[in-house]
């Protein structure tokens, strides 16, 4: 059974930083490309930030360079992202993702809110 669980997720003040934990099992977690994505009620999810199954950062969103940091622990089949100089519009629910090819799987999300 594939599970992938999010946790971190909080309420935190302009500024301020967070981590997040995405704890994965049921598939060979070193095979697959992990992503974090975030989706605001009413808006598409976007892609956050990706890291290759060699643990290489490829991408991050504009709005997010320089303030979060993807990485991964293939070891622990856990993916983080590290959250730093946070942002009202970074309020959203943080999902993250496992693909390889054709498979991909989905958390069921963690909250952030950034407010003061």
């Known amino acids: 059974q594939v599970q992938l669980v999010e946790s971190g997720g909080d309420v935190v003040q302009p500024g301020g930083s967070l981590s997040l934990s995405c704890a994965t099992s049921g598939f060979t977690f070193s095979s697959f490309a992990m992503s974090w994505y975030r989706q605001v009620p009413g808006n598409e999810r976007d892609l956050v930030a990706t890291?290759?199954?060699?643990?290489?950062?490829?991408s991050y969103a504009d709005s997010v360079k320089g303030r979060l940091t993807i990485s991964r622990d293939n070891a622990k089949n856990t993916v983080y992202l590290q959250m730093n100089s946070l942002k009202p519009e970074d309020t959203a629910v943080y999902y993250c993702?496992?693909?390889?090819?054709?498979?991909?799987?989905w958390g069921q999300g963690t909250q952030v809110t950034v407010s003061s």
């Open positions: 993702n496992a693909v390889r090819i054709t498979q991909f799987y």
């Open positions: 890291i290759d199954s060699d643990g290489r950062p490829t």
